[in-house]
Every structure is written in C-alpha cells, then in structure tokens.
C-alpha cells in the first residue's frame, strides 16, 4: 500500500529556510537505498535546492542532480526536478508543487508551511490522499 508523509514545519531553523528540511528528508529517503525524486515548484527552487545539497552538512554528501542535465545519470539516488521536466516517478518522492503527485511511488512526502494560511491546501491534499486510500502519517518538524 502507498503512503503519504506530511511533514509540518516547526522548528525554527526550518522556518527560516524550509529547504533546509527538504534537503533532511532527502538524506534520510537516501539512506533506504531507494530512488528519490524532489519535484519542485520553479526552476529557481531547484536550483537553489541543488546548491544546499552541496553544502547541506560537512562531513556527508547527497548524491544528487537536476533532471534534464546533460551529463544526468540515471540511477542518481536524489533527482530534483523542476515544473516541465518530464521524469518518471521514484519509489520515494518529495512534493513541493501545489498539486498532489499522481499514482505510481511507494510513499510521497509532503512538507507543510509553518504559515497557518499555507497549510490549508495540504490539508485539501491530505484528504485527497484519504480518499485514493493512501496510509497516512504526520510528523512534527
């Protein structure tokens, strides 16, 4: 059975830089063994993802690269892909975008604003993994 992890922003280091916990997500999605896809809402998103990655924490290192590059290797643990790229699913799957993902991973997390008003349409999202029959979890962060 699929799952989908939302996860809600709270400590204050990840209020002040919210992919500072995507990038914590992605190591430990790393971590499994199994791909992973960070599906981002811009261009810029991916790239200013991209770079904290590089400089995420010293003494580790997130195999990873943006999807559609020319030297992009298939089997890349962690690919980030901007809007209009056209990727595959990956068993794991971080979603930044405003849509829910589609079928076809095994778990997609989900990261939640600490902004009261930006969680509402997780909370719309939430239902609608509900209603496709998803095992839902929710962690504090």
């Known amino acids: ?12 280091r990840f209020r002040e830089q919210p992919l500072l ?4 997500l ?3 999605c790393e971590a499994t063994g199994k ?6 809402d811009s261009q810029a998103q991916a790239e200013e993802l991209d770079d904290l990655l ?17 030297d992009q290797e ?11 790229t056209d990727v595959p ?16 991973f095994e778990r997609v997390l989900e990261v939640v604003p600490a902004d009261a008003a930006a969680r509402v349409p997780l909370r719309e999202r939430w239902k ?9 979890h929710k962690h504090d962060m």
């Not at 590089?54 to 020319?70: L, N, R, T, V």
Request: overall charge negative; proline content about 6%; glycine content about 6%.
């Open 26 to 28: 992605a190591k430990r």
């Open 54 to 70: 590089w400089s995420f924490e010293e003494d580790s290192f997130i195999a990873h690269q943006i999807a559609g590059s020319e």
């Open 128 to 136: 609608q993994y509900q209603a496709r029959g998803l095992a839902l």
């Open 35 to 40: 791909g992973t896809l960070v599906l981002c």
């Open 1 to 12: 059975m699929s799952r989908a992890d939302f996860y809600l922003i709270d400590k204050p």
């Open 21 to 24: 916990l995507v990038c914590e």
């Open 74 to 84: 298939e089997d890349v643990p962690v690919l980030i892909a901007a809007p209009g």
């Open 89 to 104: 699913l990956r068993p794991l799957v971080i979603n930044l975008r405003a849509a829910p993902v589609a079928e076809g």
